[in-house]
T-cell receptor
Framework: DAKTTQPPSMDCAEGRAANLPCNHS???????VYWYRQIHSQGPQYIIH???NNETNEMASLIITEDRKSSTLILPHATLRDTAVYYCIVRGTNFGNEKLTFGTGTRLTIIP | DAGITQSPRYKITETGRQVTLMCHQTWSHSYMFWYRQDLGHGLRLIYY???????DKGEVPDGYVVSRSKTENFPLTLESATRSQTSVYFCASSELVSGTQYFGPGTRLLVL
């Protein structure tokens, strides 16, 4: 799996959009970008994933650059409950890609 | 919709004792996974299972045993607990081998 690089921490004001960047310059053509978050003491929570097109669901939007070397997770209206560690994971679809490799992630703090 | 549950949520045991951590999912997902999370290591895959009676090792399987007699259950047994197995254990499931994994709430295990 391709390695990802994320800033260690970010702050965002409550009600504003939180934009979390991720670099994955060595991503392969069949590798997806996944985002998970982990709220303190809880299990990782799936947020969204994509291959090359932008994706949106009820939780967030995922913007992937055209060259696929970076992506941004957008939480449109951040709330205090969005305070968590956010993980960007690149993962292939072939056998041998069973595990999710969590890096150190970005610790997002929502400021009241 | 119960999803994926783990029991017990907290466990204290002594070195040398056998401990079994339970995982149950209600989605009929084919794949189930066990991870452990330690400070400085992120999440590491212990074992996974593709279906009932099919299991395979992850990256840190030593000291653990798994079984899967029913699709919905995937117990993890520490046959002779050691202090190094003090950790938070997460179970996950997914429909496909490289599909989105959904995590349980975790079991905090302390080995004295």
């Amino acid at each position: 799996d391709a390695k990802t690089t994320q800033p260690p921490s970010m702050d965002c004001a409550e009600g504003r959009a939180a934009n979390l960047p991720c670099n994955h310059s060595t991503i392969s053509g069949n590798e997806y970008v996944y985002w998970y978050r982990q709220i303190h003491s809880q299990g990782p929570q799936y947020i969204i994933h994509g291959l090359k097109n932008n994706e949106t669901n009820e939780m967030a939007s995922l913007i992937i650059t055209e060259d696929r070397k970076s992506s941004t997770l957008i939480l449109p209206h951040a709330t205090l409950r969005d305070t968590a560690v956010y993980y960007c994971i690149v993962r292939g679809t072939n056998f041998g890609n069973e595990k999710l490799t969590f890096g150190t992630g970005t610790r997002l703090t929502i400021i009241p | 919709d119960a999803g994926i549950t783990q029991s017990p949520r907290y466990k204290i045991t002594e070195t040398g004792r056998q401990v079994t951590l339970m995982c149950h999912q209600t989605w009929s997902h084919s794949y189930m996974f066990w991870y452990r999370q330690d400070l400085g290591h992120g999440l590491r895959l212990i074992y996974y299972s593709a279906a009932a009676d099919i299991t395979d090792k992850g990256e840190v399987p030593d000291g653990y045993v798994v079984s899967r007699s029913k699709t919905e259950n995937f117990p993890l047994t520490l046959e002779s607990a050691t202090r190094s197995q003090t950790s938070v254990y997460f179970c996950a499931s997914s429909e496909l081998v490289s599909g989105t994994q959904y995590f349980g709430p975790g079991t905090r295990l302390l080995v004295l």
